[in-house]
């Protein structure tokens, strides 16, 4: 059994060492909120926070993981869905299939972490994420939304 | 997404055969789960809270058409807009009501021209027998009632009531005949035609959307699939005692002839156990099978004695023989893959006397027929729960490949949920590819420059002939000319040109072909409007004066013609070191244009700064909507110009993951500037239309820039460097 610390509760798991943390989040935890789009760090639809910054969870092994390390998933970024990025999101309407939108959502929650003010350039380079039905230039302006309105 | 295919394998008994009968024929019980109170009509149900669910036939991918669609119910209905919500019936309830919901397919770009009339209609007539209700309770005559907002009011006596205490009664009523309800003129809307937010967007912020991908069901296995790498190859032989032991593994199956799947408690667990899997193929007659044999049988197509011809004017050859100048091209758009976010999935559970299937699919009704046929029960025997699509752009309208297997592994554990994952891997390799085709084009001008004569020889694949080969006509995919048709909604010729031949050499190699966000418009309006470009610099005449002149008895192909090149600055200076293309194009009942401003570096690196789209898809039911359907389409687009295209070797996709098969990120996406120019009076599709003008925009603003005509796809192999 491997400990972890997901969403600010500790919890105990039953899977292989070398169980990438995007199988384990869903399929152990039922958090199914982080997705499986690639499973080769390409797509970025499985990110979570691991102790505030963003990490691509399908190639991570559980065994890299210390049970102190504070995981956050899109299910626990904010108590009532309310976290800065994800109001901007709701006000611009950015989803439209939203398959990717929670990895976009923590990617960006990260970068506005660190980088309150983030240029156009900052974005594009935190937002690598990949989104098929193209929201990207809504995504964006949803970061600057964020980021004005965290102001 | 053209052709209404899997309908088509569809033929389930007496459901089809009555065509469309409005909701409001049915019987009147209330299907819908959530539903307390009893439906008003198919399309309607109102709460006792005052809620309003709007039923929806079409599913969402992604397009916004859920929220349309409720719109145009909410608007004829006169509801609370903040009150509405919807729900998805399931297609075996459709069948057993008839085909009340009409048609579930949801591609082609159908999902609100296609069944606005009779939903507008739905509404319409919940909202007259809601009125009648509260007339009747109050002894009045209805044509005193009004009704806004949900409320009913006898205008002589100021009494209201509202939608939620009539219901039940409203339900009781004989429906109105649809023949005699009149729609209200869109001029006059005041839910629809406006930019709504999306209905279904709350759940996605917080991980709270269950796509098919999530589903959970008590005692739920998961599935993780081999299918065989070769086109058309089959499975021999496997070891399942190599890997009976590993964590969590509880069966190997034989999926069908070219499939194995390791069912175990988690899909992680399945995953690492099919790929320790020891497996044999055979791999067959495709097993040499590569991208340059597949081009070479597409040119001989280009030249070919036999084709077959989608539109004919004059005497294209003749005339050619006699122009003053000719000039000839030959273009290629390669295969390409949809590469939806989520992957194919479903979850089944099969009985001696049931199978359900919970799973994403643009196509339900056809998923309901996959699935009877696999589990070998009658179709009133077998149910298709939807969920939300994690993208489908056609990969999950006509091929149900993902559903077949689920079934067929569930039927082999009987009582057991079998959630099937393809690993983005299988997803990539085992596609419904976009097809690829060649053009050999010859246009004529006389003296004055002028078009004359103009001959398309299209080569290569058809996706009827794959699909749905009883729906091609004399041996002919009318498919494969869309955009380039003489009339209808699949796409419109515009140009006026006096000898005119457009053909097809049908070359079916035996890659997997299906529809794509686009279809076969994408690369006719690459080489039509590419080519129109090289006509217009050999007649010396501006690429917009020289559409111009060939769209006079076409208004509507001009109109947003003419604004993109207003709106994108055509004929001005653009900023230092940027050029400009145009295109123009018709498809799927809209009228697009797209301006393109780019700029090619000494390296010759290409950068799309702007794009500047118009549509005028007739009426428009949410512009916002529109906006991000136009950015979206053009990010798609786009993605196939710079990036798209499936190698194929050794009788396989070399394209496995995105690091193999490159995607467009937020750095290479352009400004996009739309013009939502409806002009009423019909109704056209938005969720692909822009998609066909963005990448010959784009092309004919890099000729402009490095005077290189570039007339293969993708831009990725393309050099651009300034000699």
Redesign the interface.
């Known amino acids: 059994m491997a400990r972890l610390n997901v969403n600010g509760k500790a919890v105990e798991v039953d ?2 060492p070398d ?2 943390l995007l ?1 384990v989040i ?3 935890l ?11 760090a ?2 970025g ?1 499985c990110t979570v926070h691991i102790d505030g910054a963003p990490v691509r969870t399908c190639i991570r092994p559980l065994s890299s993981v210390k049970p102190e390390q504070k995981i956050v ?3 626990g ?2 108590p009532n ?1 309310n976290h800065p990025v ?1 109001a901007a ?2 006000e611009l ?10 990895g976009q ?1 923590m990617a960006a929650a990260a970068l506005l972490k660190n980088t309150p003010k983030p240029t156009d350039a900052q ?2 380079s935190a ?14 302006a949803a970061i600057k939304l964020a980021a004005k309105k965290s102001a | 997404m053209t052709l209404d295919i899997s309908r088509r394998h569809f033929v389930v008994g007496a459901a089809a055969a009555g065509g469309l009968s409005l909701g409001f024929h049915a019987p009147l019980d209330a299907q819908a789960a959530a539903a307390t109170n009893p439906e008003i009509n198919a399309w309607v149900v109102i709460q006792p809270d005052e809620t309003v669910v709007v039923r929806i036939g079409r599913v ?5 058409t859920l929220t349309g669609l409720a719109q145009l119910v909410a608007e004829e209905l006169e509801a609370d807009w903040s009150k509405v919500t919807t729900e998805y019936p399931t297609p075996g309830q459709n069948v057993a009501r008839g085909r009340v919901w009409g048609d579930f397919q949801t591609a082609g770009s159908r999902g609100i021209r296609g069944s606005q009339d009779y939903m507008r209609k739905g509404g319409a007539a919940a909202r007259i027998m809601l009125t009648q209700a509260a007339a009747d309770a109050w002894g009045v005559p209805a044509a005193e009632c009004t009704v806004a907002k949900g409320v009913i009011t006898h205008t002589p006596s100021k009494r209201t009531t509202t939608f939620g205490k009539v219901a039940v009664a409203a339900a009781k009523l004989t429906p109105p005949a649809p023949a005699g309800i009149a729609l209200k003129d869109p001029k006059t809307w005041t839910i629809a035609g406006k930019s709504q ?2 209905l ?3 759940p ?8 098919s ?2 589903v ?1 069901r008590p005692g739920m296995l ?1 599935a993780s699939i081999r299918m065989c790498p070769v086109f058309s190859g089959k499975l021999k032989s496997f070891d399942a005692a190599k890997v009976m032991g590993m ?1 969590g593994v509880k069966k190997v199956v034989q999926v069908d002839d070219r499939s194995v799947a390791v069912v175990a408690d ?4 399945a995953q690492k156990a099919v790929l320790a899997l020891p497996v044999e193929w055979d791999l067959g007659p495709n097993a040499a099978l590569n991208s340059a044999q597949i081009a070479e049988t597409f040119k001989a197509g280009l030249t070919a004695d036999q084709a077959f011809v989608g539109n004919k004017q004059g005497d294209a050859k003749a005339a050619l023989a006699g122009a003053a100048k000719t000039i000839e091209a030959v273009y290629s758009f390669p295969y390409q893959h949809h ?5 194919m999935n479903a979850t089944a559970l099969w009985t001696a006397d049931k199978c359900e299937v919970w799973t994403s699919t643009q196509n339900a009704e056809a998923a309901l027929a996959t699935t009877a046929t696999a589990a070998g029960l009658p179709v009133a025997k077998c149910e298709v729960y939807r969920h ?6 056609g990969r999950r309208s006509s091929r149900h490949d993902f559903v077949e297997q689920a079934v067929k592994i569930a039927k082999q554990m009987p009582g057991v949920p079998i959630k099937l ?1 393809w ?3 299988e997803d990539m390799t085992h596609g419904s590819y976009h097809p690829s085709t060649q053009c050999k084009l010859t246009g004529g001008l006389d003296a004055q420059g002028n078009l004359t004569a103009l001959h398309m020889r299209i080569s290569g694949a058809s996706i009827l002939a794959d699909l749905n080969p009883q729906a091609l006509q004399g041996g002919a995919d009318a498919a494969t000319f869309q955009g380039l048709n003489p009339g209808g909604e699949e796409g419109v010729f515009g140009y006026g040109v006096p000898n005119l031949l457009v053909e097809h050499a049908m070359r079916n190699p035996a890659v997997p072909v299906g529809f794509w966000r686009g279809v076969n418009n994408n690369q006719n309006a690459i080489y039509l409007e590419c080519f129109m470009d090289e006509l217009a610099h050999t007649a010396g005449v501006d690429p917009l004066e020289f559409r111009r002149r060939l769209l006079g008895s076409k208004p509507k192909h001009l109109a947003v013609l003419n604004a993109v090149a207003d709106k994108g600055g055509w004929g001005k200076p653009a900023p230092a070191g940027r050029f400009r293309g145009l295109s123009q194009h018709m498809g799927y009942g809209s009228y697009v244009a797209a301006c393109a401003e780019v700029s090619v570096s000494a390296e010759g690196e290409v950068t799309v700064h702007k794009i500047t789209a118009a549509t005028d898809c007739g009426n428009v039911v949410n512009p ?1 909507q529109v906006a ?1 359907q136009i ?6 687009g786009l993605s196939a110009l710079l990036h798209g295209e499936v190698v194929i070797k050794d009788g396989r996709s070399q394209a496995t ?3 193999n098969y490159p ?5 290479e ?1 352009p ?2 500037e739309s013009i939502i120019m409806p002009s009423g009076g019909f109704w056209g599709g938005v969720g692909e239309p822009t998609i066909f003008v963005a990448a010959p925009a784009v092309l004919n603003a890099i000729y402009a820039a490095t005077g290189k005509r570039v007339r293969s796809v993708p831009l990725a192999n393309v050099d651009l460097k300034k000699a």
């Not at chain 1, 309407?93 to 929670?102: I, L, R």
């Not at chain 2, 969402?60 to 916004?64: F, T």
């Not at chain 2, 988690?266 to 667990?269: F, G, H, P, Y």
């Not at chain 2, 995607?663 to 750095?667: N, Q, S």
């Open positions: 899977a292989e169980t990438p199988w869903r399929e152990q039922g958090l199914t909120g982080t997705k499986y789009g690639c499973g080769v390409q797509c639809a998933t899109i299910e970024l904010s869905a994800q999101w709701l309407d950015v989803p439209q299939c939203g398959y990717c939108q929670s959502m974005i594009v937002m690598s994420n990949i989104c098929r039905c193209g929201t990207y230039n809504r995504i964006k | 969402e991918m992604g397009q916004g937010k999306r279904d967007n709350k996605k912020m917080n991980g709270a959307q269950i796509y991908m999530d959970k998961n964590p988690t899909w992680w667990r590469v939806t976010m989520e992957p939300h699509l994690g993208g489908g752009f994952i690993s983005r891997e916002g991000f950015e979206g389409s053009f990010a798609y993951n995105f690091h995607v467009i990120r937020m750095g996406m400004e996009v």
